[in-house]
């Protein structure tokens, strides 16, 4: 380790030099000009130093720098170990990179980092696979100009990344990517994942159940029909067929409603958001709906009040929208005691138009609040069969708000009774003429 130039030794050696300069010029009686010849002789040889310093420094012939002397020996020698200490610490960071990046490359997904502005800054070896990139030449190329796709550029550039993106690229056959953005630093990291498998494995479970409920249909039609013929004037069963028969019929339509529901679920699924919207008269909707409810209702003698903003349409689809309102009126029935009170509201609520269906039934458990919109979801199994339900109401709900861009929202507590209610955009309001309230679907 060297010393840091000690400034009495730099002192000693000036003084060493110039005491016998003046010693001699004494002599010879001119101290000055032996002085000045001296001081003259120690500046060109400190620019000497200093040439073969900058020298060495901008032309780096050798890794050893020149050997110093005198005080310039510690000046070199600290350079030297400067630059060893800043190669060494480059290296280190060099191999960071490269960790991280083989990090990245081990990653089954493609990725790229992107500054703010969407350049990009590096990208691995999959995303020039998946994402068509080239490597180097579109080094610091903005990715909106590379993938055109009007859906990726208007995702990138409205910067809300907290959704995924599903996006097909038209690359690869039917390829689907599903891309996610991460800001970290000041950079963005964009991982684009190839979920064109898992896409096609949930077509193909959407083609199974509707093609499956589509079939057995019509045997299940055949089936209704002879029993309902059986149980004509002309043609009625021996006794003791009686009462497998009826089972037989309410069996028959509890499965008919099953496939319905299963039909109608895989509809929902299959149609594209927006595909049917028009304008829909949701008061008349739910008028026929009451009609219904109070026929149903007619043996368990609810209260069943209806509070309807006859002002109120909206802009979907009639059929889902009418499943989706239906559903949760017609459950308020089946789920309530007899003499209990059931209370639909269609209003707006912070200027949304707002549907709630409020009851005083069993209520329901915290634990199954969450699942109910699951496929077959039931709470009381054997309850729900007897009412001739299949669990797949809240679920055709559940997608029906959601390709209507709400959500199901529900409150209950056992033994108080539950209260559903979703609400609609503003946006999604519309203010019909009575002419066109006429034309309107229900
Ligand atoms: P289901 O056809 O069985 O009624 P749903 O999907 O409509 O199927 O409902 C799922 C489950 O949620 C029902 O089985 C029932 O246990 C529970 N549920 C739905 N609505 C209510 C309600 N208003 N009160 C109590 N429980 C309800």
Redesign the pocket.
């Known amino acids: 380790m060297y010393r840091v130039i000690d400034k009495q030794a730099l002192t000693r050696r000036l003084f060493l030099y110039f005491l016998p300069l003046a010693l001699i010029g004494y002599l010879l009686s001119a101290p000055f000009l032996f002085l000045f010849i001296g001081a003259f002789v120690l500046l060109v040889w400190h620019y000497k130093q200093l040439y073969r310093l900058s020298d060495w420094l901008i032309n780096q012939r050798s890794f050893n720098p020149p050997e110093g002397k005198g005080a310039w020996e510690q000046v070199f020698e600290g350079i030297y170990q400067l630059q060893q200490r800043n190669r060494k610490k480059r290296n280190e960071l060099a191999e960071l990179i490269r960790r991280f990046r083989e990090g990245a490359e081990a990653i089954p997904d493609a990725v790229v980092v992107l500054q703010q502005d969407l350049s990009i800054v590096w990208c691995n070896q999959l995303a020039l696979k998946v994402l068509g990139l080239q490597w180097p030449t579109d080094h610091g190329q903005r990715l909106d100009n590379l993938i055109r796709d009007p859906k990726f550029v208007k995702y990138m550039n409205e910067h809300r990344f907290d959704e995924a993106l599903e996006l097909d690229t038209g690359l690869a056959h039917e390829q689907v990517l599903e891309i996610r953005v991460m800001p970290y630093a000041e950079q963005l990291m964009l991982v684009a994942r190839d979920v064109s498998r898992l896409k096609q494995l949930e077509q193909m479970r959407k083609d199974f159940v509707a093609n499956v409920s589509h079939e057995l249909r019509t045997p299940l039609t055949v089936m209704a029909g002879y029993l309902e013929m059986m149980d004509s004037d002309n043609m009625p069963p021996p006794a003791m067929w009686a009462k497998a028969h009826g089972t037989m019929i309410d069996q028959c339509k509890r499965m008919d409603s099953l496939v319905n ?1 299963l039909l109608s679920l895989s509809r929902i699924e299959g149609a594209r958001k927006q595909d049917n919207d028009k304008a829909v008269n949701i008061p008349a909707m739910l008028e026929l709906i009451h009609t219904e409810a109070k026929s149903l209702n007619q043996d368990k003698g609810h209260t069943l009040t209806f509070d309807i903003d006859q002002t109120l349409d909206i802009k979907g689809a009639a059929d889902e929208l009418r499943s989706a309102f239906s ?2 009126v ?3 029935i ?3 005691k007899p003499n209990g009170r059931i209370h639909v509201r269609w209003y707006l609520e912070d200027e949304k138009p707002t549907f709630c ?1 409020i ?1 005083n ?4 458990a915290p634990e ?1 609040i969450n699942r ?2 699951e496929r077959f ?5 054997a ?3 007897k ?11 559940k997608h029906v708000l959601s390709r209507h861009d709400s959500a199901l929202r529900i409150e ?1 507590k056992v033994g108080e ?2 209260r ?1 209610w979703f609400s609609f955009s503003k946006q999604k309001r519309i203010f019909m003429t009575n002419d066109e309230s006429h034309k309107s679907v229900i």
Not at 361 to 364: L, M, Q
Not at 377 to 381: E, L, M, P, Q, S
Not at 391 to 397: D, E, K, Q, V, Y
């Open positions: 529901q559903n949760l017609f459950n308020a089946h789920y309530t269906v009851d039934g069993d209520g329901i199954h109910l919109t979801y039931r709470v009381d199994k309850r729900s069969r009412t001739g339900g299949s669990g797949l109401g809240l679920a055709i709900t209950s009774g539950s559903f």
